[in-house]
């Protein structure tokens, strides 16, 4: 086959095919006496496999794998698809861990308030707002891990204008909540820190539940694509062997 002939199957242009073959991800053409590639059927397996593990894997990992494969290390390819099946397996927990989040993020009661003394001054209960220590103590956290997830861009509570304390409102002890509910499952805050800006921008938690079926969608698209990629790599594999 020619460049063309290769291209044409999968709708690429003739440069895309010489460019998979110069990053490796297809294997070397065979040159006629004039200097023109020529490629089989072992290159037209090599890019199905590629353009199929691209879905699941995406480019970069997809890219990864075949240069692995090319040059006769099928075992470093084989560790790199496993690397890629525990990102999605660990992306699986993640949403497992923000639905049930979710779930038991009831209505938020109202806090007791700091006791009225000269030195610390109470927020308007009937507001559900509170200060950061009655909060800590309520969820079993140092106030130091409330000031934390603060600067990481968790929570943004307002601070009272005379005294200078923080005060969180509902939507603030909402977003405690949920940030702790995932802390608990073990998740580090820059992948905490989106979700909550998510649940912030939408005003609520209601409006998020088309976004997570998305993100399920989207996670079983990932896994039968992986599946689609296997299954023409696999192919592949068979014909380096012959």
């Known amino acids: 086959m020619r460049p063309v002939d ?6 690429l242009s003739t440069q895309a095919i010489r460019n998979y073959e110069d990053a490796g991800i ?10 023109y590639r020529t490629y089989r059927a072992l290159h037209a397996q090599a890019l199905r496999a590629f353009l199929a593990l691209v879905p699941g894997h995406g480019h970069q990992t997809a890219t990864s794998i075949m240069q692995a494969v090319n040059r006769g290390a099928a075992e470093e390819a084989l560790r790199v698809i496993d690397e890629s099946h525990g990102q999605l397996l660990d992306d699986r927990r993640v949403l497992q861990a ?20 000269p030195s610390v001054p109470s927020v308007p209960e009937e507001r559900g707002e509170v200060f950061i220590g009655p909060l800590a103590r309520r969820l079993g956290l140092r106030p130091a891990t409330l000031r934390k997830w603060e600067n990481a861009g968790l929570v943004r509570p307002r601070r ?4 200078g304390y923080r005060v969180y409102s509902a939507a603030d002890v909402r977003d405690v909540r949920l940030a702790h509910q995932l802390r608990r499952g073990g998740y580090l805050l820059e992948q905490i820190a989106p979700l909550i800006d998510q649940v912030r921008n939408a005003g609520g938690i209601a409006p998020l539940e088309s ?18 990629g296997a299954a023409e790599l696999d192919e592949y594999l068979r014909l380096c062997d012959r």
């Open 26 to 35: 297809l294997p070397a053409a065979e040159r006629t006496e004039h200097g």
């Open 160 to 163: 009272d204008p005379q005294t």
């Open 98 to 117: 923000v639905e049930a989040a979710l779930v038991d993020l009831a209505p938020v009661p109202s806090v007791p308030s700091v006791p009225s003394v």
């Open 6 to 11: 290769l291209a044409r199957e999968h709708g």
């Open 211 to 228: 976004t997570l079926r998305d993100w399920q969608g989207r996670l079983s698209a990932r896994g039968r694509a992986m599946l689609t």
